[in-house]
């Protein structure tokens, strides 16, 4: 696991961990479906994070469905299951706001496209 905080960014450290966590498993680097995750204190010391940083962002996983944590047991990858029309319009939303964001920027509507099917090829297309 390639796990890194940036501790000059804007961004929150609990945030900086719940995407790279989010970019591992969704790349397979990380586990497989219903693999455990590291322990929170694991990985708590490897990433040099307060042990409620790590906490808070294996939290949000859970809010999004994409881990499980059970009491007193780590946490395990969720599998993978169709879209439905909540998660959907969830990532719809999301899309939107960043298309503002580009445009509001002055991205154009190639250099977008061009953003959107990089990162397309990282998750959809095999090697």
Not at 20 to 30: R, V, Y
Not at 47 to 57: C, D, F, M, R
Not at 99 to 106: D, I, T
């Amino acid at each position: 696991m390639n796990v890194k905080i940036d501790p000059m960014s804007n961004i929150p450290f609990y945030q900086q961990l719940t995407q790279q966590l989010l970019f591992e498993i969704a790349t397979g680097k990380i586990c497989g479906n219903g693999d455990s995750l590291p322990s929170i204190r694991d990985l708590a010391a490897k990433t040099s994070l307060n042990l409620h940083t790590v906490h808070k962002s294996y939290k949000e996983l859970q809010k999004k469905g994409i881990i499980a944590i059970k009491p007193n047991s780590k946490a395990t990858v969720n599998k993978p299951t169709e879209a439905n029309g909540v998660s959907l319009q969830q990532i719809s939303i999301k899309v939107e706001q960043i298309m503002c964001e580009a445009y509001v920027l002055g991205i154009s509507e190639y250099q977008l496209q061009q953003l959107f099917y990089e990162n397309i090829r990282k998750f959809y297309i095999e090697p």
